[in-house]
């Protein structure tokens, strides 16, 4: 049996049920039809954790200007492509590194009362129709179960070294 056919039996014998062939059929080779029928999917992804931490000092906002590079954050737009994001740390309390694919950074600040450290193995989050990760919408899973929402992203830009 197809995994089509294996998926649809259980309609079909719910659909018979509810007024399928039966007595008052007129033709009971017609197939019934059925009042409403929903099918629903859901996909997932995962973003895994980033193999090396980096160093918490590149987040240090009181950086001497002779340690090296010196990183700050500049506003940017509300989503985020979700096949975009290669990898993901936590920085601190309530904010999370996504290091993109095109070897961008960005931070994503974690609603009151979330913890950024929750985060350290990745999170999963559900895929929307229009694949992006977005501020005020969309929750992030951890693996250990904690939900937050994203209220800002950030890009990081490098400035001086």
Not at 23 to 32: E, I, K, S, V, W
Not at 35 to 56: D, E, K, L, Y
């Amino acid at each position: 049996m197809s995994s089509i056919a294996y998926f649809l039996a259980p309609i079909a014998a719910l659909v018979a049920s509810l007024g399928g062939a039966g007595p008052d059929r007129a033709d009971p080779l017609q197939p019934a039809t059925a009042q409403q029928v929903s099918i629903q999917q859901r996909v997932t992804v995962r973003i895994g954790p980033r193999p090396a931490p980096m160093q918490s000092m590149m987040f240090d906002n009181e950086m001497e200007v002779d340690r090296g590079p010196r990183w700050v954050e500049r506003k940017m737009g509300s989503c985020i492509s979700i096949n975009s994001i290669a990898g993901t740390q936590p920085i601190d309390n309530s904010r999370l590194l996504l290091v993109l694919a095109d070897r961008r950074m960005v931070t994503a600040r974690l609603q009151k009362g979330c913890q950024g450290r929750d985060f350290y193995s990745g999170f999963i989050v559900a895929r929307n129709a229009d694949g992006q990760i977005c501020t005020g919408r969309d929750s992030l899973q951890s693996r250990s179960g904690t939900t937050c929402q994203v209220t800002a992203f950030n890009l990081l830009v490098q400035v001086g070294g």
